[in-house]
């Protein structure tokens, strides 16, 4: 029994160890944990919750790697499929502080995370897990589509309620077009019951770029909970019955990937103890400044104290 | 009017800055300029040929950086084409002194160096080059291998004669069968006055292992000069009229990766000259040596009086 399992990338992010410069000019890089619902498992897992994430890796020593490192961070690997023939996926980013990061992503056309197919699932555990996270990207290509279709079924029909999170990540050189994006996050939407996502990809799954609008679209598509993060402006936050508003935490900011991933885990761990809706949001988004504070992404995921001393400095 | 021009390959090589262990336990990597035949084009630059390169690059920072890099190692970057869409390949490897040097492509399935079209070649340029030299792999994928065929119709409708070289690179991961690479490479040699290639090579594009048969059946294909590296047993070579065989250097190998590039630009300046065929391959057989003895492959290309010294000191 798992408190959540994600589905998605996985990968190598190789990353420049000297910041502000280009790639042109970056001399030595170091190797991470990388791909964004991989992460989120392990933002999850230190903050004490059972994590397991489903993904596929190469048969190559980069694919051991990320094994062992899901394994490090306290993640299960049982469901980390081997594909022969397709290599580990490997991301370089540069690192422009305080806002702008580009990723390069060497995923091949066909990635081993994308090759997971519905047979490969275990449902039981799927139906199960307290809460179930998957991502946009998850859904660009099949057999990985199908493979998410029949877990979000498995989710759907089970008889035992839970928390299903889709995270609108979207990353338009992943896809043929974006109408294509598009359609697949309403295909999936009236699936989950919760919605995460920044401006772009929120525009991205209902054609609304308006925080309180995007977010009213996203409680129409089906979910029950929107959540809008709108970068310098904080995270908004709306259900049937509230809105919430979270200002931005005031950190130097060394590298802003990750954050995200930070702010998911966190925002698993809010979710899956009932805490009010500005607790949760204010919880996550102090995770992501912590993380945004780091050169490192999944080596640098707090732990629950950790967040909250960051809480408790920032209102002291 | 260039001493040698080289088509084919370019990129960026991350190589682990620890040797010995494996990609799943390095933990830091420098960033080199990679692809065999601007490597060759570099090496051939270090003993004072004037060099160029055909290649194409991704219109990227890592594409600006092989740019760069290529016109810092005084080779001439007039005819590397900057393609949109094709991001610039990277290659990871293992070192693992002193025989097992594995290679991890990442060049996306149609990498910027093959789309090199007949449209963008400089046909009087490479007509006029002392020196052509073009590898198998530039012949696995459309457009380049028919902009291989527009350079070679070049090399040999020009009134003045030169020197063709064809490595016979073969990396079996980058085509869809070795019957297809096997039937381009015959295709090709009888457009070469000179083939280079290890045991491996030489049975890929002629069918057969054994040195001496091997270079006999490349002589048969059209070729006047057919060289086969043979490792530990060293290089083997023969014309119509002699054979010559120089046995390797005693030398503590760091990293076998650019050494058969070394051994390529060394060769280049040993043809140029009309050096008889056992000095030339000897000064070939100390490059290779002297690279790889070294970490670096484009940093540690050996000047012309380095190559010198080492087959100075190696006999005296």
Same mark, same amino acid.
């Given at each position: 029994m798992y408190d959540l399992i994600t589905i998605g990338r996985s990968g190598v992010d190789v990353y420049p160890l000297q910041t502000g410069v280009g790639l042109a000019d970056v001399e030595t890089f170091g190797k @991470?944990?990388?791909g964004s619902p991989t992460n989120?498992?392990?933002?999850?897992?230190? =903050?004490? $919750?059972?994590? *397991?994430? &489903? +993904?596929?890796?190469?048969?190559?020593?980069?694919?051991?790697?990320?094994?062992?490192?899901?394994?490090?961070?306290?993640? /299960? /690997?049982?469901f980390v499929h081997t594909i022969e023939g397709r290599p580990t996926p490997v991301t370089f980013c540069e690192i422009f502080p305080?806002?702008? @990061?580009? &990723?390069? @992503?060497?995923?091949? %056309? =066909?990635?081993? /995370? $994308?090759?997971?197919t519905p047979s490969m699932l275990d449902l039981d555990a799927i139906a199960g897990a307290g809460l179930f996270w998957f991502s946009l990207t998850g859904l660009s290509q099949e057999p990985s589509a199908a493979a998410h279709a029949a877990a979000l079924s498995a989710r759907t029909s089970a008889l035992k309620p839970g928390l299903t999170v889709f995270d609108l990540d979207y990353r338009a050189v992943l896809w043929e077009s974006r109408a294509a994006a598009h359609e697949a996050a309403q295909r999936m939407l009236p699936r989950a019951n919760?919605?995460?996502?920044?401006?772009? %990809?929120?525009? +991205?799954?209902?054609?609304v770029r308006d925080p309180e609008a995007a977010a009213q679209a996203l409680l129409d598509a089906g979910v029950r909970l929107a959540i809008v993060?709108?970068?310098?402006e904080g995270v908004f936050a709306r259900t049937s019955e509230e809105s919430a508003l979270v200002e931005p935490m005031e950190v130097k900011v060394v590298n802003g990937i990750g954050a995200g991933d930070a702010f998911?885990?966190?925002?698993?761990?809010? $979710?899956?103890?009932?805490?009010?809706?500005?607790? +949760?949001?204010? @919880?996550?988004?102090?995770?992501?400044a912590f993380v945004a504070a780091r050169l *490192?992404?999944?080596?640098?995921m707090p732990? +629950?104290?950790?967040?909250?001393d960051l809480l408790n400095g920032a209102s002291s």
């Open positions: @991470f944990l990388g989120v498992a392990v933002a999850a897992a230190r =903050h004490g $919750l059972r994590s *397991a994430v &489903i +993904t596929g890796v190469g048969a190559d020593p980069f694919g051991q790697y990320v094994r062992r490192a899901i394994r490090g961070f306290g993640v /299960d /690997d049982a305080p806002d702008h @990061f580009p &990723i390069y @992503f060497y995923r091949g %056309e =066909h990635p081993p /995370d $994308l090759q997971l919760v919605a995460v996502g920044n401006l772009e %990809e929120v525009e +991205t799954a209902v054609g993060k709108m970068g310098p998911g885990g966190a925002l698993c761990l809010g $979710l899956l103890r009932g805490w009010p809706l500005e607790r +949760t949001l204010r @919880f996550a988004n102090a995770a992501g *490192a992404c999944a080596d640098a732990s +629950t104290s950790e967040v909250d």
